[in-house]
């Protein structure tokens, strides 16, 4: 009997070759689920606080000053957590690309959802960079308040914009693929949905009121919520997957 819970399934399933869950599907699974959990652990509480783009450079100083021992853990940690994410999307990408409809389409909205993760990996990459590099005592007081003021911005802009625009690509190309498949319960396709279409509109709160606390950016938090349960609600049924044996 099927359950709302566990994907269903399409002309060709996903195939290991062997009885069993595939082992690398469950690997996928696994990091997905710690991808969550350190993200949701050791990111948000440094990203709510982070500098904004109408912070004076003393302010910029002093965030980093009092967070200089969090931001450097975070930037080390955060191409790990990344990389989690990178493990967990090619397992959707391979669901993804066992349905008809991304057949039909010569495997473009697989490829636009892997496209979307590796992106967002670059611009965290980046970000993370500027992050590192600002958090060293010798950089953050010896550079000019106009520079500052620019990579500071420019920081801003990556976390906030960028990587929630190519959010956007990994979880709306996912969302067409579930809602016109049977790959995955409909309602991870509602998840994916809701983040791909909220995070991007909720990450303008930085260049628009400028409020972590405001409307716009209550937009963004329910997107990356729902992007968070999505990963984690895919990354169970990765765990549950049943191979199909080969014929």
């Not at 967070?67 to 957590?81: E, K, M």
């Not at 600002?134 to 802009?157: N, P």
Request: contains cysteine; negative net charge.
């Amino acid at each position: 009997p099927m359950t709302d819970d566990a994907p269903r399934k399409e002309s060709e399933a996903p195939r290991s070759g062997v009885g069993g869950r595939p082992t690398w599907l469950r690997l996928a699974g696994i990091a997905g689920i710690i991808h969550v959990v350190v993200f949701v652990g050791l990111g948000a509480a440094i990203a709510s606080q982070a500098p904004l783009l109408d912070d004076s450079p003393d302010e910029i100083r002093e965030w980093f000053a009092d967070n200089g021992t969090a931001v450097s853990l975070f930037t080390w940690l955060g191409p790990a957590v990344g990389i989690l994410l990178l493990i967990f999307a090619v397992g959707l990408r391979h669901l993804l690309a066992s349905t008809d409809v991304d057949r039909a389409a010569d495997g473009l909205w697989s490829r636009l959802s892997w496209t979307g993760v590796v992106v967002q990996f670059a611009a965290s990459l980046v970000g993370l960079g500027i992050w590192g590099a600002l958090a060293q005592e010798s950089v953050i007081d010896g550079i000019a308040d106009g520079t500052l003021l620019a990579f500071s911005a420019f920081d801003s802009i990556v976390f906030f914009v960028c990587m929630a625009w190519a959010s956007t690509l990994f979880l709306g190309a996912a969302a067409v693929v579930i809602f016109r498949s049977t790959v995955l319960p409909t309602w991870t396709g509602v998840l994916a949905a809701v983040a791909a279409l909220a995070t991007p509109v909720g990450g303008l709160w930085i260049l628009t009121d400028g409020d972590p606390a405001g409307p716009v950016a209550g937009i963004s938090l329910i997107g990356g919520l729902a992007g968070m349960v999505f990963v984690l609600a895919t990354s169970v049924i990765m765990l549950r997957q049943r191979a199909t044996p080969t014929t």
